[in-house]
């Protein structure tokens, strides 16, 4: 298969919804892991079709770097997760509350599914009387001075609560947001703690899988197989997590080269990318990489879209 993903420079995707000759663009939001560094923290991307833009995860500052990409929060019709690790999670509080205050109830309700708890962690963030946030929204629905601001953006009282669609969702049990089609598959990272997936996410004839958080895994080069691109978490050098002890439930970069290699990928996009790498991989482990995988690698940077 030849390799399909193209880099798109920068003004091609600082208009909002610009995807224009490709099934599938993918923007890399975040590219790190529960450690800040100056590059990267936390991991989000969002992905878009001709009709639907969905953020597979949102750590923190996902809102943040989808201004920065020219998109804003009304932009998005659906937040999917992987698991409930922060650093894929702790940005969705402001980004959930910023699209409901700047949309002024004039769009639609915000699609949500990941593998549970998800439908209790939305409750327990913005439920009627009970959701951490809910004085916050009562305060904005009821407080003259939000009106002002409300009715300014084009809303009209009474304001409401947001109502989002909210599922928890399996492993090969697919969905849609839109045109997009989402395959869940098992991913093998923190169980039985956390519940995580993988996703392989199509529109047209182009399809991405997204690892999350796992170790290399059989189910997830089944997910993968065939795929354009696959996007793989990579935590460390593998002879470094080995050493270390922390290479059980995470992807290296030997892990990494392997799945690509095993589900006949061309294109490898490494994310979610360790403190002691942010600054760049090694030449040698990059070498060892391409003795496994011999199509393309790129290390993904906070900002950077491709099109597929
Ligand atoms: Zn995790």
Redesign the pocket.
Known sequence: MAARLIELPDEAHRTAGEVVGFDLTVTVLLAGT?TPTPARWGTAILVRSSTSAVLVDTGPGTTRRLVEAGLGPTDVDAVVF??H?F??TAGFPGFFLSRWDQGAGLIDELSICGPPPTTGFVRKLFGRDVGAFWPDLNARMEAPASHAVFLNRGGELPRLPPEPEVRDVHPDQPFTIGDIEFLPGLAR??QPY?D?NAYRITAGSSSVVYT??TEPCDEVVELSRGADVLISMCWDEEGVMAANGEATGQTGTLGAARMARDAGVDDLVLTHIGPSISAGIHEGELGAMASIHRGSIHQAVEGWTFGV
Request: glycine content about 8%; aromatic content about 0%.
């Open positions: 529960p992987t698991h690790h650093d894929h990272h923190v956390l995580c999350g958080d």
